[in-house]
């Protein structure tokens, strides 16, 4: 039987993670020995425990509750702490999730001990080095031995970083093997959808119409932490929702709502709290997000899991960054980069709005990600 440790730390990982671990309870349970770490990057329970219980993932083997600190200290402790797990643990593999400073700590701890790293979500690029999530990926995919990556792009990517798409002999950190698997989100919101359905009743809590209200997502430091960036997305927000008078459903961030007092306005703060089509909630569970996604008429985000279920759903999305990681839903005309120019993202909201031919390719898999990962890890580790 293979062990294998799971780290997670930010709540996408944690909602990425859910399909591996359900693959393995549903049909891998006799070749694979799930250990689950949690680094405590994410520590309210709100944006952490909350997914635990809804998704139905066991509840994590370690926490090393690091709490919030800058990248240096955050990933330090995680450093020591995941290395002392390892060291224990003795795991065949350790696998890791998308682009945090979990996912460059527990990469960096395996590697260094000579534990084959497994990253799911490989082979993303933005293109942008200033963003912290473009070094942690390009890093950590080249301390990877098994990269499994959801798109045809991200193999491209990884082929032009000169990582062979066609190795021979065992997969190792020198001869690492790379897989187009599809997305293990696209798994979840099929599986999910159907569960949100049932127990989510968020819709009829905030007295929403199906398909006509918007959803949005405010959370990057890029976008929270600069006072003018702020100000822009969140004058857009509101000027759009007074002009077609429809709701938009805000779920605040943590990180945003402790920068709103700060960062807006005292003008635009009022405008906010004032208006009759603005609605603040506190961060809402996976079920309920999916259920706002679903219901929503369009998103604007500056999410990258969000882009993404904006396309699961088929809906249209303005993404409040420069870049993407996911250029195809932008490629095909399924969302717009508007960055943080209230203008640009006026004038996407007003495209996307009208848009009425949007195709959907399956750019992201058939949703059998998970188990395709976990039957080539057995293999292959």
Not at 138 to 153: G, Q, R, Y
Not at 283 to 308: C, H, V, W, Y
Request: proline letters at 4%; aromatic letters at 8%; charged letters at 25%.
């Amino acid at each position: 039987m293979k062990k294998l440790i799971t780290v997670v730390g930010a709540r996408p990982q944690i909602i990425k993670s859910s399909a591996i671990s359900r693959a393995i309870g549903n049909k891998f349970s006799k070749e694979i020995q799930e250990v689950i770490v949690h680094t405590g990057q994410h520590y309210d329970d709100n944006m952490s425990k909350i997914f635990f219980d809804e998704l139905g993932i066991p509840n994590p083997d370690y926490n090393l509750n690091v709490g919030s600190g800058s990248h240096g200290a955050q990933t330090a402790k995680m450093l020591e702490g995941l290395e002392s797990i390892f060291l224990k643990e003795k795991p065949d593999g350790v696998i890791v999730y998308g682009d945090t400073n979990s996912t460059i700590a527990g990469a960096l701890a395996a590697v260094k001990i000579h534990i084959p790293v497994i990253h799911v979500e490989a082979g993303l690029r933005s293109f942008n080095k200033s963003m912290p999530e473009e070094i942690n990926r390009i890093a950590c995919d080249h301390m990877s031995t098994l990269l499994f990556t959801p798109t045809v792009t991200g193999m491209d990517n990884l082929a032009r970083e000169g990582v062979s798409l066609l190795p021979e002999g065992k997969a190792s950190v020198d001869n690492p093997q790379i897989h187009h698997c599809g997305d293990v989100m696209y798994d979840n919101s099929l599986y999910f959808s159907k569960h949100s359905e049932m127990q989510s009743t968020i819709i009829q809590e905030l007295k929403l119409e199906a398909n006509n209200y918007i959803l949005g997502t405010v959370h990057r430091d890029m976008n929270t932490d600069d006072p003018q960036r702020m100000e822009s997305i969140f004058t857009a927000l509101i000027n759009l929702a007074e002009e077609f008078e429809m709701k938009f459903v805000l779920p605040l961030h943590p990180r945003t709502k402790g920068k709103m007092e700060s960062n807006l306005s005292e003008e635009l703060r009022l405008r906010l709290i004032k208006s009759m089509h603005v609605v603040i909630i506190p961060p809402a569970g996976f079920l309920d997000i999916l259920t706002l996604e679903k219901n929503a008429k369009l998103l604007i985000t500056d999410s990258g899991g969000l882009q993404k279920e904006a396309y699961f759903f088929k809906k249209p999305c303005v993404i409040l960054r420069e870049q993407t990681e996911w250029v195809e839903i932008v490629s095909n005309g399924n969302a717009i980069l508007a960055d943080a120019d209230y203008n640009r993202v006026e004038d996407a909201f007003r495209t996307l709005i009208k848009k009425d031919d949007f195709t959907y390719p399956s750019y992201y898999g058939e949703g059998n990600a998970a188990e395709f990962i976990c039957q080539k890890i057995i293999e292959q580790i």
